[in-house]
């Protein structure tokens, strides 16, 4: 069964203390691995689609890494503003196309 | 360009009613898939609808259906609502089946009593 599991539950830095944040998957074959920032009460927000074992994006002070087994989202010199939940999923080739795996999300709260 | 737009924002419904939720998609994107959101939890996928017809459906009951209609907009209906169908509804639109990327809207929050 594909699976989608993040750590920590909540992550709380000061401004500038850079942090990463965990992202373990199971999927029997790897669509891609998508990552979401969410605010509260509102529709997650696009950052990042990784595809294969080795590949990294980078938006701002985000980047996005992935390997076989797990993804990181590393955040450097965090600014309040990039206080969210993280959302990671993935998108397996068994099984319907739109089906996003999600995990339950890392909230980050980032203090000035 | 217009993004994935949802109504109502909020609604407030009692047990044993229905409900009608609707998605407009992002402009040019003809594959809708709706999730729901429990709080504190992460989007559990319900359907994908691509040119008006369901391509897959995940593990929710048949009292949940929906539509696609011409322009691609989506509706998403749940009959005999339960206390535990309160939750974060949300729409996520791509420009096709082989597209990867989903773009969501903001999302309906539904409050069943």
């Known amino acids: 069964e594909d699976q989608v599991t993040q750590s920590p539950e909540a992550l709380r830095l000061q401004e500038g203390e850079s942090s990463s944040l965990n992202c373990s998957y199971t999927v029997s074959g790897l669509r891609g691995l998508f990552w979401y920032r969410q605010d509260p009460g509102k529709g997650p927000e696009f950052l990042f689609t990784?595809?294969?074992a080795g590949e990294e994006k980078e938006k701002e002070r985000l980047k996005a890494t992935l390997t076989k087994k797990e993804s990181f989202l590393h955040i450097t010199a965090p600014k309040p503003e990039d206080s969210a939940t993280y959302l990671c999923a993935v998108q397996g080739y068994g099984g319907s196309q739109g089906n996003l795996i999600f995990g339950k999300g890392t909230k980050l709260s980032v203090k000035p | 360009e217009t993004g994935v737009t949802q109504s109502p924002t909020h609604l407030i419904k009692t047990r044993g009613q229905q409900v009608t939720l609707r998605c407009s998609s992002q402009?040019?994107?003809?594959?809708v898939s709706w999730y729901q959101q429990a709080l504190g939890q992460g989007p559990q996928f319900i359907f994908q609808?691509?040119?008006?017809?369901?391509?897959g459906r995940g593990n929710f009951p048949p009292r949940f259906s929906g539509l696609q209609f011409p322009n691609y907009s989506s509706e998403l209906n749940v009959n005999a609502l339960e206390l535990d169908d309160s939750a974060l509804y949300l729409c996520?639109?791509?420009?096709?089946?082989?597209?990867?990327?989903?773009?969501f809207g903001p999302g309906t929050r539904l409050t069943v009593t």
């Open positions: 402009s040019g994107h003809n594959t």
């Open positions: 996520a639109s791509s420009l096709g089946l082989a597209e990867r990327e989903q773009y």
């Open positions: 609808y691509y040119r008006e017809e369901e391509n």
């Open positions: 990784l595809y294969s």
